[in-house]
């Protein structure tokens, strides 16, 4: 049974969703886990698990720590490196009808730009450079937290993908995250995808031991709420709004902060049905506000457009 | 795999933070020894998953121990509330015909799974031995042990109940008594997992674990609640959710 109902249908950038629901990199395993759970047609892309240029084997156990609202990982990119992703899963992913997006990412900008090189040739609908992951460093900067080498780096990387469109995702643990926007979006950027994980400490008093990781869950939604609303101000690419979404309302709060699409991280770790109550939820919104389309709301509550309305009467 | 809201049809106290708590079975799908339901717990983020201890048509039944914040709340719901709950999730305890005696070992809360898995084995008439062990007498519940016709070989670290020491060490006496089984399948402590681990090795017996561990989503999107096991000469973390929770014993590497 198709949608009905196109209004959920938006583009972001040149992507052409069937909804402005994506699936978050790192929360939704390989793409394929949920087949029982979630009905494709209602999710706008997929964004994969990061993919390195090598093997990566993760962080050693305690992975994950639960807080309140939330939960604190520290699962360190485990991957099977490009080679085996394109040949052992990817195929399986490409037979899902919806857009896939590849996550990737590299201790260094050698290592990235030829993998990026590599997965270019693969038939994917983007790219998502994870800048935030800790070991992604040039020489002791952590390649996220600097306004310079995102430029550079994010520049480099398009250079490659040419018209594959590039979204960068970005961390919040930053003074000024709107500056590292600016940056990507300098570089080439086609989407911003945020926020990433905050940086946060979980501590085991039963074992004595600390676990260091980022914080997700409906603690940081306020955090990417602001991030979101501030960003759309000052960039003209559209953002993927991404961080403790647990329902319809919340995403309803990043489309009218400026978000085009929202991503669902480790909301539908506890609601596997979560993707149906948001799709639900936009639908009847749209309904009982007589929009024509979810674009219609992109950015509503942000100071940007009403600044724009005001102008324009 | 589905998510369904069931009823807490029964909910007993065992003893001291012990309990075992029947729930409608609203599941269609079928559900094999080893697997794990995935429940939400009020007020919590993430679900909590139990092993599966036992089926019929009409409930599922859950023995679980209070250790965290997660297994406190489900120890003061009570019976006729409603549970959200996501299952069945995992593999399951393998079975070959070809396979004439079992031996299962459950130590403490370990035992879940088996409890399941002895029903089974006794519906198909296959013969086996069941080997339980607890810290005392009060914490070995026989009174949930399904009826049948099999080899039962208790054991308390205080010797309050059947042979005194540690079930494992029982095993041992029992093996160079017996001879081996066609196949070992067991749940409990780390402990007493890896002290199998070596009898395993030394005795040349197949054997099957179920694993326990922290998880975050149950479903195998996270990989939070891997652990090391072998592939050829190397190993990689597999998530005890998804490729587990019961896994060939030689392949896990502890920690």
Redesign the interface.
């Known amino acids: 049974m198709g949608i009905k109902n196109k209004n959920l249908k938006i583009k972001v950038g040149k992507l052409e969703l069937n909804s402005p629901i994506i699936m978050s990199s790192?929360?939704?395993?390989y793409g394929i886990?949920?087949k029982?759970?979630i009905n494709y047609k209602k999710i706008g892309a997929i964004i994969t698990?990061t993919i390195t240029l090598y093997h990566w084997?993760?962080n050693?156990?305690?992975?994950?720590w639960?807080?309140?609202?939330?939960?604190i990982?520290s699962?360190g990119l485990?991957n099977p490196g490009v080679e085996q992703f394109i040949k052992e899963i990817l195929p399986i992913i490409k037979e899902i009808d919806t857009k896939i997006i590849i996550s990737i990412s590299g201790t260094n900008i050698k290592e990235i730009l030829q993998l990026t090189e590599i997965i270019t040739k693969e038939k994917i609908d983007g790219i998502e450079l994870n800048i935030s992951c800790p070991n992604f460093k040039k020489g002791k900067t952590v390649v996220s937290q600097d306004p310079i080498i995102t430029y550079k780096i994010v520049k480099e990387v398009k250079k490659i993908v040419g018209k594959i469109p590039l979204l960068v995702k970005l961390s919040p643990n930053v003074n000024d995250i709107t500056e590292i926007a600016l940056s990507a979006e300098k570089g080439g950027a086609d989407i911003l995808s945020m926020i990433n994980t905050v940086t946060a400490i979980g501590m085991d008093l039963q074992e004595k031991k600390i676990i260091e990781g980022g914080l997700s869950?409906?603690a940081i939604k306020p955090i990417g709420l602001r991030c979101v609303y501030k960003t759309y101000k000052k960039v003209s690419i559209p953002i993927i709004g991404i961080g403790g979404i647990t329902s319809g309302k919340d995403a309803l709060e990043y489309i009218l902060a400026g978000a085009n699409a929202i991503g669902v991280g480790?909301g539908?770790?506890?609601n596997?049905?979560l993707v149906d109550e948001i799709y639900m939820f936009l639908e009847d919104y749209i309904k009982k506000n007589n929009l024509k389309s979810i674009k219609d709301i992109v950015g509503l509550m942000n100071e940007k457009t009403k600044e724009k309305n005001r102008t324009r009467e | 795999?589905?998510?369904r809201k069931v009823k807490i049809q029964r909910k007993i106290k065992l003893v001291e933070n012990h309990y075992w708590m029947e729930i409608s079975n609203n599941f269609s799908s079928n559900i094999f020894p080893g697997q794990f339901l995935n429940i939400?717990i009020d007020d919590?983020?993430?679900?909590r998953p139990f092993s599966i201890a036992e089926v019929d048509k009409k409930h599922i039944g859950i023995l679980f121990k209070v250790k965290g914040e997660g297994t406190k709340i489900l120890s003061e719901t009570k019976s006729g509330e409603i549970l959200d709950v996501?299952g069945p999730l995992g593999n399951c305890f393998p079975f070959q015909t070809k396979w004439q005696n079992f031996y299962l070992i459950g130590g403490g809360t370990g035992i879940a799974p088996l409890l399941f898995f002895c029903k089974m084995l006794i519906e198909k008439n296959i013969k086996f031995t069941l080997f339980y062990g607890a810290r005392t007498k009060k914490l070995l519940f026989t009174n949930l042990l399904p009826k049948g016709n099999y080899y039962t070989i208790f054991s308390t670290d205080d010797g309050s109940y059947g042979y005194k020491g540690d079930i494992i060490n029982i095993l041992r006496m029992k093996l160079e008594e017996r001879g081996n089984p066609d196949i070992i399948c067991a749940g409990g402590p780390i402990s007493m997992l890896k002290e199998l681990s070596r009898i395993s090795t030394e005795y040349k017996i197949p054997s099957y674990v179920s694993v326990e561990?922290?998880?975050?989503?149950?479903?195998?999107?996270?990989?939070?609640?891997?652990?090391k096991i072998k592939n050829k000469n190397k190993w990689?973390?597999k998530r005890v959710c998804?490729e587990g929770p019961i896994f060939q014993i030689d392949k896990i590497i502890w920690?």
């Not at chain 1, 050693?60 to 994950?64: A, D, E, F, N, Y």
């Not at chain 1, 639960?66 to 939960?71: A, D, L, Q, R």
């Not at chain 2, 919590?44 to 679900?47: V, W």
């Open positions: 790192g929360t939704f395993g886990e949920l029982n759970f698990k084997k993760g050693p156990q305690p992975r994950i639960e807080t309140s609202y939330g939960v990982n699962i485990q869950g409906p480790s539908i770790f506890s596997p049905l | 795999m589905e998510i939400k919590l983020f993430l679900r996501v561990n922290k998880m975050a989503c149950g479903m195998g999107l996270c990989f939070g609640c891997v652990i990689e973390y998804k920690e």
